[in-house]
């Protein structure tokens, strides 16, 4: 799923693109994927693209008339610009907008619908599809640590939680979580403020390391290679490859259609933490540290 990073950078492309440009025309290709019915998605054709927001991991286009374009990518959606005149479509294509200059193209990949457009009008609108998560860029650290705190979760509960923090999935939490070097099962009413105040600016510093590299990557272009898995990162995805910190293997938690990296050494002190299905399998013989593995 796109996060933070990913949906900065698509819009920072889309600023280039398409504000003060007039959408001319929107084609649906799917009808799952318009989920509102009022205002008519016709009521944005011809109008300017006035301002581009962020809402969480959704990308808003603000268009005259008090109107916003809210698109949520969710796990395998994608945007794609096609510029005036090409004949490029792709694939697995759900829904065209056709401005003055090219053409937004939304992707999504597999069977699952699961990616969806709303079309609301002013900010009252806007606010009901807003999770009301603090934006982690512009917090301060006494802000974080309450809002850290107000629930008891795991961390990587409560950091993926759109409700207590804006923007942050599952690829970017486990990353998050091996610089702050802290265990994605700690509860965070147990955090002390030195662990607090370590995850806060490892929060900060991941999420700007990667959109400095992913706005590197894009360059002028359009962003293509939209993905959860990126070589740099140092944990996501990783399972079983050496941490680049301490050379451990990456361990993992598989739940639902998701999994956990984290380093064992690096973030729970040597500890394998259970993944429910695989040790209950193994029982006994499941390892109890990185240093059984080894």
Not at 190 to 209: F, G, I, K, P
């Amino acid at each position: 799923m796109p996060e933070l990073p990913d949906v900065t950078v698509y819009l920072e492309a889309l600023e280039t693109r398409v504000r003060g440009k007039r959408l001319e025309r929107v084609r649906v290709l799917n009808p799952f994927l318009l989920r509102t019915a009022d205002p008519p998605i016709s009521s944005i054709e011809d109008k300017t693209v006035t301002d581009l927001l962020r809402v969480g991991k959704r990308i808003v286009l603000e268009l005259e008339g008090d109107l916003f374009l809210v698109v949520h990518l969710m796990i395998a959606g994608r945007l794609h610009w096609i510029d005036k005149g090409s004949e490029k479509r792709g694939r697995n294509v759900l829904a065209l907008f056709e401005f003055e200059n090219g053409t937004l193209s939304l992707t999504e990949a597999g069977t699952k619908r699961r990616a969806s457009v709303h079309v609301v009008r002013g900010d009252a609108g806007l606010k009901t599809l807003d999770p009301g998560g603090l934006d982690v860029m512009r917090v301060e650290l006494a802000q974080f640590a309450e809002q850290l705190k107000s629930e008891n979760h795991t961390l990587k509960r409560a950091i993926t939680n759109p409700h207590l923090f804006s923007g942050i999935g599952n690829a970017y939490s486990d990353e998050i979580l091996h610089r702050a070097r802290l265990s994605p099962l700690a509860m965070t009413v147990n955090l002390s403020d030195e662990d607090t105040e370590r995850l806060y600016r490892a929060t900060q510093q991941v999420m700007h390391e990667w959109i400095v590299r992913l706005r590197e990557d894009a360059g002028t272009g359009f962003p293509e290679k939209v993905t959860a898995f990126r070589d740099a990162m140092a944990v996501h995805g990783k399972y079983g490859q050496p941490c680049p910190v301490c050379g451990a293997p990456v361990q993992r938690i598989v739940f639902a259609e998701n999994e956990v990296n984290y380093c064992a050494r690096c973030q729970t002190g040597g500890k394998i933490l259970a993944d429910r299905a695989l040790s209950r399998l193994l029982k006994k013989s499941w390892p109890r540290s990185i240093d059984e593995l080894e």
